[in-house]
C-alpha cells in the first residue's frame, strides 16, 4: 500500500514537473544575421545594373521634355504607334508558333533516340547559340535576297521568282525562328523526358487510338513545356532588334527599332523611354496571365514550383 502511493506521488510528481516545463518559454539566443550579409552583394548588383537604370528610364518617360503623361498620350494617340504595337506582337505570336510546329516534333524525337543520337541532337540544337546572331542575320540575308540561292533553286526548278523574301514579314519571322528555335526545343524536351513512355501503350490497350491518346494523354503532359517554351520565345520576340532591322523594312519596324529611332535619330528620350516602359509593363502583364493558365508547373524551365 505505500509502496503504491509512494509510485503514484513519484508519477504525479514527475507529471507535474514535466507541464511546468512545457509551459516554461524557452530563452531564444540572439538572431543570427550573417547569413543576410551574403545578400547585400546581389542587392547591390541588382539594384545598380537593373533598378537604378529601369528608374531613370521611367523617370524620364514622364519628366522628357516637360513634366506629365503627354508621352504615354503620344504612344495610345497615334495610328502609326498602335500599328507598330500590333505588328511586333503579331510578329512575336507567329514565330512562336512557327517554333512550337517545329520543336514539338523534334523534342519528342529527342525523347525516344538512343543517347548518343540524343547528344548529337542536342548538339545540332544548340550550335546556333555558339555564333553570333549578326552572323547568323548576315547569311539570312544573303539566302533571302532577290539573286540569292533560294530564288535562285525556285527559278530553275519550278520556273517561280525571284519572290520577294527579304525586307517582308516572313523574311523577319524567318530570321526570329532560327534564332529563337533552342529555347522552345529545351524547355519541351525538359517536361516530355519527365512523362512516362508507359502511358501512350496503356492508352491503347485501354481502346483508345494513337491520335486520342496524343491529345488527351501525352499533350496535356507536356503543357508546362509548351507554356515555358512559348512564354520565353514570345518575350524575346518582342524585344528583336537586329534581325528586323536587316531583314525587314522601314514598313516592318517593330518597337524595338522605334525605341531606338526616337532616341538616337529624333532625339526624344521621353517617347523612346516611354515605349521601353509599355513594352516591360506588357511582359509582367504576360507572365502574370499565362502564370494562371500554367497551375501546374513553372514558367522556367527546370524551376518546379
Known amino acids: 500500500m505505500t509502496t503504491d502511493t509512494d509510485t503514484g506521488g513519484d508519477v504525479s510528481t514527475r507529471a507535474i514537473a514535466l507541464g511546468a516545463d512545457s509551459g516554461t518559454p524557452k530563452q531564444r539566443g ?5 547569413p543576410f550579409l551574403l545578400l547585400i552583394p546581389a542587392f547591390v548588383i541588382v539594384s545598380l545594373f537593373f533598378l537604378a537604370p529601369l528608374v531613370d528610364v521611367f523617370i524620364r518617360s514622364v519628366t522628357d521634355p516637360e513634366p506629365g503623361v503627354q508621352n504615354y498620350v503620344w504612344l495610345f494617340t497615334t495610328e502609326a504607334n498602335l500599328a507598330v504595337v500590333l505588328r511586333t506582337f503579331g510578329t ?19 525523347t525516344v533516340v538512343s543517347d548518343r543520337t540524343r547528344n548529337m541532337l542536342q548538339l545540332f540544337i544548340m550550335m546556333p547559340l555558339w555564333t553570333s546572331i549578326l552572323v547568323r542575320t548576315l547569311a539570312w540575308m544573303v539566302l533571302l535576297q532577290d539573286t540569292g540561292p533560294i530564288n535562285g533553286l525556285l527559278a530553275a526548278w519550278f520556273g517561280i521568282g525571284p519572290i520577294p523574301l527579304i525586307r517582308t514579314t516572313f523574311g523577319v519571322a524567318l530570321g526570329m525562328s532560327q534564332v529563337l528555335l533552342p529555347f522552345m526545343v529545351l524547355p519541351l524536351y525538359s517536361s516530355m523526358a519527365k512523362i512516362d513512355k508507359r502511358l501512350l501503350p496503356a ?20 503543357k508546362p513545356g509548351i507554356f515555358s517554351g512559348g512564354v520565353t520565345v514570345f518575350i524575346l520576340g518582342l524585344g528583336f532588334y537586329i534581325i528586323p532591322a536587316l531583314l525587314g523594312s522601314s514598313k516592318e519596324i517593330m518597337i524595338s527599332a522605334m525605341i531606338q529611332q526616337q532616341i538616337s535619330v529624333f532625339l526624344m528620350w521621353g ?12 511582359t509582367i502583364l504576360i507572365l502574370v496571365v499565362v502564370s494562371r493558365f500554367n497551375k501546374g508547373g513553372s514558367l522556367f524551365p527546370g524551376v518546379n514550383r
Do not use: D, E, H
Not at 30 to 34: F, G, L, T, V, Y
Not at 92 to 110: D, E, G, H, N, R
Not at 203 to 217: E, I, M, Q, R, Y
Open 30 to 34: 540572439p538572431k543570427n544575421w550573417r
Open 92 to 110: 512575336a505570336i507567329l514565330v512562336t508558333i512557327v517554333c512550337l510546329l517545329l520543336a514539338y516534333p523534334y523534342a519528342y524525337l529527342m
Open 203 to 222: 492508352a491503347a490497350n485501354l481502346g483508345a487510338n494513337p491520335v486520342t491518346a496524343f491529345f488527351t494523354v501525352y499533350l496535356p503532359l507536356s
Open 271 to 282: 517617347q523612346g523611354t516611354a515605349l521601353g516602359i509599355f513594352l516591360l509593363v506588357c
